[in-house]
């Protein structure tokens, strides 16, 4: 922090003075985004760094905030120590949890109390951000549904639903609706997410990121392989390097 006070002083760094806490919300989305990806590829050093910059980047907001006369450092903790203490009540209270299960039960329990101190809002899906990607929040939107009941009762049924979507789809397609099809993407990529949250297990973003890695890697050996042999991708041809790519697969595998 008093590094960042000397940079925002009237005789600081130009560009940390110029910043507000809506431009470093852009710069906070990168960095979120490459320590996520150093957590995917288990890069310790890279983590650090990263984790540094997204530090960083929340106490130049809470700096912000300290010049505006807002709020300060130590309210951000007290707030938050506070706010663990009261949702861990099977810890530091009388109540009981002892499966993640539970604890997930009692920590919406609690949080359903707090929200009863403020104003009722118009939809169970006003609290969910408009800035998420639109893979999480698709995913929390479908989530915040559920609660209320409104869900499929089993994996089978919102994988007919993608089935209907593909078919909807294809239906545009044929139809050469340009509009439709664009509409009927967006249903498909929405009934997938759908899938992904029923499941229960890794979210959206994680998935897909896997897949680029990937797609990443199996193309990267496309291109190691056509440049040992004297080729290139724009001249190898789509079989050249749909067999390149099995044979990618077909490694993967052994």
Request: aromatic residues 6%; negative net charge; hydrophobic residues 40%.
């Amino acid at each position: 922090m008093a590094v960042l006070r000397r940079l925002r002083a009237p005789d600081g760094c130009p560009w940390d003075r110029a910043q507000t806490r809506h431009t470093l919300t852009r710069h906070l989305a990168g960095e979120c985004a490459e320590l996520i990806d150093a957590i995917d590829r288990e890069d310790p050093p890279g983590i650090c760094d990263e984790a540094g910059d997204v530090l960083m980047n929340l106490f130049l907001q809470i700096l912000i905030a300290e010049e505006r006369g807002e709020f300060t450092l130590t309210d951000v903790w007290k707030n938050e120590i506070a706010k663990m203490v009261r949702r861990h009540a099977h810890i530091f209270g009388d109540a009981s949890a002892s499966t993640p299960e539970e604890v997930t039960a009692l920590w919406e329990k609690i949080k359903q109390r707090e929200r009863a101190d403020k104003p009722a809002p118009e939809s169970v899906l006003d609290d969910v951000p408009h800035y998420l990607s639109a893979l999480a929040r698709a995913e929390k939107l479908q989530k915040k549904a559920a609660k209320t009941g409104f869900d499929w009762s089993e994996e089978s049924g919102v994988l007919d639903k993608i089935k209907e979507e593909v078919e909807e789809l294809s239906q545009a397609m044929a139809a050469k609706d340009a509009d439709a099809v664009d509409e009927e993407l967006g249903d498909l990529l929405f009934a997938a997410v759908n899938l992904v949250r029923f499941r229960d297990r890794e979210d959206s973003e994680a998935l897909l990121r896997r897949a680029c890695r990937k797609f990443e890697r199996r193309f990267r050996y496309i291109e190691k392989n056509l440049k040992a042999a004297g080729e290139s991708p724009g001249t190898a041809g789509l079989g050249r390097m749909e067999a390149l790519w099995q044979a990618a697969k077909t490694g993967e595998k052994e």
